[in-house]
């Protein structure tokens, strides 16, 4: 299992008001551990005011680089952010696990040419995609509609419009804006219109290898509807959710009693008692088990484990695969036990 290595922070940059770029240094003897796939993420571990704080942010920057960047939205009552935006500096440390997830571009030998979608902080994956496009094949192309309240608002404004201006030939941005008439932008959200515009309209001869989607939850929902709609098969639609809609209301039925819980992490196996209606992760934190974990709301895959004996039930998916399921993966934090004894390891993933 990836454990936290402290690093330090090389550059801190003012994207919007309330957004950030952080850049961290990568000692020569973890290059290798923190080398990444365009689209990955990484957590940050922080202890404040006596509580420890994780949280999963997607990089920004390109491969290529010998430094990682991030892109850091400060949140209402979002304890980091704030900390993030007031308080760190360079030359301070943070533990940072090494990057994960699977909203990712693999670059091959022929060009690629790729449509995504983002709204607010979920330009920050796609950015990196988009320069890993660019740099895989002088041939491909990149087709970006990004939505924001205004321009001022918008992250990596400055960066996006000198790609462009780079690579004019294949490299097409749309802003939309919803608060604030822009020049160079349409103004409202991205809706149905919106996406038939760009696919339809300005590159209705376009052949698109695959789709890329992040942002909050009712817009990647209407993004994707909308390219089934145009008949773009299912598996060139990858997706990001960087907020997720409430999961208290579509809870399993779970059943009364209680789970022996055995827990495989880090090749030390650990033995509990749990209720059925507690989610796998809640139950394994409050033992004070070190088990991998950062957004807790089934956002990222960060807590994902195999079962090896028994059955849960998540409450919400939007990450794992049918196949995935079937293999017996589950997001913990997710997860409720349905049989008496569950084993769950995670380090078999």
């Known amino acids: 299992m990836a454990d936290f290595h402290p690093l330090t ?55 290529r680089s010998d430094c990682f960047t991030i892109g850091v939205k400060k949140v209402d009552k979002g304890v980091f952010t704030h900390f993030a935006h007031t308080q760190l500096k360079v030359g301070d440390t943070l533990e940072v696990m090494p990057p994960e997830g699977r909203f990712t571009f693999h670059a091959t030998d022929r060009p690629k040419t790729i449509a995504a979608f983002a709204a607010g902080s979920g330009i920050t994956p796609i950015m990196s995609i988009a320069k890993a496009v660019l740099d895989s094949h002088p041939e491909s192309r990149f087709v970006l509609v990004y939505g924001n309240k205004s321009f001022e608002q918008t992250m990596f404004y400055t960066e996006l419009v000198k790609l462009e201006l780079e ?141 090896t004996e028994g059955k849960a039930e998540m409450a919400k998916n939007q990450i794992l695969t049918d196949g995935e399921i079937e293999e017996g993966f589950i997001l913990t934090c997710q997860a409720h036990p349905l049989t008496s004894v569950l084993k769950v390891d995670y380090d078999d993933v």
């Open 167 to 307: 690579h004019s030939d294949r490299f097409f941005t749309y802003f939309v804006t919803s608060q604030t008439q822009e020049d160079d932008s349409r103004f409202g959200r991205i809706d149905t219109a919106m996406v038939n515009f760009v696919l339809k309209n300005k590159h209705a001869d376009t052949e698109f290898d695959a789709y890329y989607l992040c942002g909050p939850e009712p817009m990647i929902n209407l993004v994707s509807d909308t390219l089934k709609e145009n008949e773009v098969p299912k598996d060139k639609i990858h997706f990001e959710l960087f907020t997720s809609s409430g999961i208290l209301d579509e809870l399993p039925v779970t059943p009364e009693g209680m789970t022996q819980l055995h827990v495989t992490v880090d090749d030390e196996v650990f033995d509990l008692t749990m209720d059925k209606k507690e989610r796998v992760l809640d139950a394994v934190l409050k033992e004070n088990i070190d088990a991998p974990y950062s957004c807790q709301g089934g956002v990222c895959s960060t807590c994902i484990a195999r079962v």
């Open 9 to 63: 922070v090389k550059h801190i940059k003012s994207l919007t008001p309330n957004s950030l770029a952080i850049t961290f240094s990568i000692p020569k003897e973890l290059i290798q551990t923190f080398d990444f796939v365009p689209g990955q993420y990484i957590t940050v571990k922080k202890e404040i005011k006596g509580k420890e704080l994780r949280r999963s942010y997607s990089i920004c920057s390109s491969p």
